[in-house]
């Protein structure tokens, strides 16, 4: 139909116009209506024109080649699907977005868009709503505690990681670990729900890192640094050489071999009945795991030493990612390897008592080295002795070696410790001294003097005269039950107990009536003060203490060591509750400050969460440190490493405060890396293998965390410098041993000064 110019005029019929007519549907000439609009005829199916129409004939299809109609205009075939493209139709792929991230959006066209969510640090999608059929964050991330995380925010699944759980595997491929790398059982630390690490089991094992930034500090006190009252470095050798997993040094294999995973091993282990118990098929990741069962899978009566001593291990590995063991709660394994030792000693350790450890019990109902002599504890002490020595002549021949030195005079500590260097003293804590069993006819005064004597030559300064059962030189002190059943395997006798003597001071507690033997113990202690030695009244009775220290007084004062204390008064005192006859007393302290003693602080504590704010942390360890520092004014530290004692652990992580679930979100501060030890350097994270330790998630896991641990307690505030003049302390004590004054000391005598090999650097 034509149109008039009076009708163009009334704006309609042209293009881009209304029709004209009664049905709006007359256009111009060469015009048609198209969607209720005039549009020019063939002006259609080009790419982003209208699609020609059908009827009134223009063409077929409605759009050229490579086109789709789709909301009134010609689109290019495809180009669709990504973020704010439009969706695209079922003939041009299914689903109409591109990937699981987007989300279509109703429209004409529909939208493909990403919703304000599901992107790194996002919240997470709602898969009803806003992403439907899709997933609550964007592939390759994964929802962890409320948000969307992407792999590089992930702390796991690569080496030395914990694995990662099921929820976190979204982001790395449905995997616990990346590519290339194995799950470990067991974790520890901060593991969020993990029960692995991982590793690359085909890495070989190095030996472990100092981490120490160089250069250390020019020396200014060379007298300066703590000592370790108590030290087992060789106990892998003692309770019949099968029940502590790992050794201190291996001369050939290293530390992969010393610190193997404790599965199996080729030790000739015999169970306590003789029999052995072999190797069935060794776990997936430890093919070459032994011939004979050590820990095997760490069921708690083979692992944990008839299941009463804690230790906890979740897996048999320590090298090369330690899943399992050392940990501050370890019991049954390594914690002093040789180069975790060094670390100790650079970051300020100048003193160590090494004690070879003996326990009849221990080694009977244990696995144990097939011909060993349970009976024969001092056996067992000539082996760790041996050992220390041995490794010193050995560390002596390799790089960097030479600062392990066994000294037998206190100007030898004092001229070691001087050069920069460990002062290592020997020393004796067996359940039965020189085999003195309670009414052994062997143990003639002759005997033990001349025991004495050997022991003296072997370079031995340092003695328990008791330990845990009762023996001819005199009672044990009451603290663990257990012990009471093992006095009557060992000692023939139950322990008798009456409410405690003297200047114990104990208040409500029961205390072993056995004192001081006037023979054998007498014997004893005047021969070990004859020889200037010096003598560790921990494991002593209460009556047995009060005993020894009348023999001081009568020669006008003895200094004694206090080998790993632990405080009455810290703890609730109108309770018998973890309270025993082996914590020291205010009266007994008061003696030992008369007699000029040296006193240690044991890094594991009984306190219980009402008694303080964060258990079995360096938080508790300080309550008995300052209380002891106050008594005392210098203390040593008495860790009693690798002697089936736990450590102090750690205040954050999965085990925080003891596992106290009220206490775990106590602490807030935490130790921040790299840890400066005044005096003696700055130390990063330890490295082990292809595990790294964090005191703040991990605690006291080995003796070579030493840096650490004074740096958490320095971060309390706690004043680290009454145990950093341990070290000169404990050769002034010494010192004392061999001329004790008349009447008895009152104070410490001063540090003799000796001329400085090494007066301003170390070796």
């Not at 593991?191 to 991982?198: I, L, N, P, Q, V």
């Not at 290293?254 to 599965?263: I, N, Q, S, T, Y």
């Not at 100048?350 to 011909?371: D, I, P, Q, W, Y």
């Not at 007699?595 to 942390?617: H, I, W, Y």
């Amino acid at each position: 139909m034509v149109i008039s110019n009076d009708a163009l005029a009334a704006n309609c019929g042209g293009v881009g116009q209304a029709g004209c007519g009664v049905f709006k549907s007359d256009c111009a000439s060469g015009l048609i209506l198209y969607q209720g609009k005039c549009e020019v005829k063939g002006a259609c199916g080009a790419d982003g024109q209208r699609p020609c129409l059908a009827v009134p004939l223009e063409r077929v299809p409605s759009c050229n080649a490579g086109l789709v109609e789709l909301a009134g205009k010609c689109l290019k075939r495809g180009v669709c699907g990504d973020e704010n493209q439009r969706a695209c139709l079922v003939i041009e792929r299914v689903p109409s977005c591109n990937n699981k991230n987007l989300a279509e959006r109703p429209g004409n066209p529909a939208m493909c868009i990403h919703p304000a969510c599901g992107r790194a640090n996002e919240r997470p999608c709602n898969i009803v709503t806003e992403r439907p059929f899709g997933t609550s964050c964007d592939v390759g991330m994964a929802e962890v505690g409320g948000r969307c995380v992407d792999r590089a925010s992930l702390d796991c699944g690569r080496m030395g990681q914990r694995a990662c759980t099921l929820v976190e595997r979204a982001a790395i491929g449905n995997r616990p670990c990346d590519p290339g790398l194995d799950e470990a059982p067991g974790c520890n630390g901060e593991c969020r729900g993990s029960s692995g690490m991982c590793f690359n089991k085909n890495l070989p094992m190095t030996e472990p890192d100092i981490n120490m930034r160089t250069p250390a500090p020019a020396v200014t006190d060379p007298m300066r640094g703590f000592a370790d009252l108590h030290v087992h470095m060789f106990a892998n050798l003692a309770f019949g050489g099968g029940t502590l997993a790992g050794a201190a040094y291996d001369p050939v294999g290293g530390a992969a071999k010393a610190l193997r995973a404790d599965f199996g091993t080729d030790l000739d282990l015999v169970l306590p009945a003789g029999n052995q118990q072999r190797v069935g098929i060794c776990p997936p990741l430890v093919p070459n795991c032994g011939a004979n069962v050590m820990h095997g899978d760490h069921i708690p009566i083979i692992d944990d030493f008839l299941g009463v001593n804690g230790d906890a291990s979740k897996s048999y590995f320590g090298a090369p990612i330690f899943t399992g063991w050392p940990t501050w709660h370890s019991k049954t394994h390594q914690q002093v390897y040789y180069k975790w030792l060094e670390r100790a000693w650079r970051g300020g350790m100048r003193v160590m008592v090494m004690l070879a450890v003996a326990n009849e019990f221990a080694c009977t109902f244990s696995k144990h080295l097939r011909g060993t002599q349970c009976t024969d504890s001092m056996a067992s002490v000539d082996k760790q002795l041996d050992a220390a020595i041995a490794f010193e002549t050995w560390l002596n021949t390799q790089p960097g070696g030479g600062w392990f030195k066994i000294v037998r005079t206190p100007d030898e500590a004092e001229q070691a410790i001087r050069a920069g260097k460990l002062a290592v003293v020997l020393g004796i804590e067996a359940d039965t001294l020189f085999g003195c069993k309670p009414n052994a006819q062997h143990c003639t005064p002759a005997y033990i003097t001349s025991q004495v004597d050997k022991y003296y030559g072997k370079g031995v300064r340092y003695m328990f005269p008791i330990h845990d059962f009762d023996t001819a030189m005199g009672g044990s002190a009451l603290f663990i039950n257990l012990l009471g059943v093992a006095n009557v395997k060992i000692a023939g006798a139950p322990f008798i107990s009456a409410p405690c003597p003297g200047i114990s001071d104990l208040g409500t507690l029961n205390c072993n009536v056995k004192g001081l033997s006037p023979g054998a113990g007498n014997v004893l202690i005047n021969k070990l003060m004859d020889l200037g030695m010096m003598i560790d009244i921990d494991h002593m009775s209460s009556k047995m203490i009060d005993d020894t220290f009348a023999i001081a007084d009568k020669r006008g004062g003895y200094p004694f060591f206090v080998g790993h204390g632990l405080f009455n008064e810290v703890y609730d005192t109108s309770k018998v509750k973890n309270r025993h006859e082996r914590m020291r007393t205010a009266a007994q302290l008061a003696q030992l400050k008369k007699f000029g003693s040296l006193v240690s602080v044991m890094t594991e504590d009984e306190l219980e969460p009402a008694q303080t704010r964060c258990k079995n942390s360096s938080v508790s360890f300080a309550q008995n440190y300052n209380y002891a520092v106050g008594k005392m004014g210098v203390v040593a530290f008495g860790s009693d490493f690798n002697g089936m004692a736990g450590h102090v652990g750690p205040r954050f992580g999965d085990e925080a405060c003891g596992r106290e679930a009220s206490q775990k979100n106590s602490q807030t501060t935490r130790l921040a890396y790299p840890v400066t030890i005044p005096g003696f350097g700055m130390f990063d994270k330890q490295v082990s293998g292809q595990r790294t330790f964090d005191f703040n998630v991990d605690g006291f896991a080995h003796i070579g965390l030493y840096p650490d641990f004074l740096g958490d307690l320095m971060a309390q505030s706690v004043s680290i410098e009454p145990v950093m003049r341990s070290a000169a302390e404990f050769v002034a004590t010494w010192r004392r041993t061999t001329a004790p004054k008349s009447p008895p000391i009152n104070k410490p005598a001063p540090v003799k000064v000796l001329p400085s090999p090494l007066p301003t650097k170390k070796p």
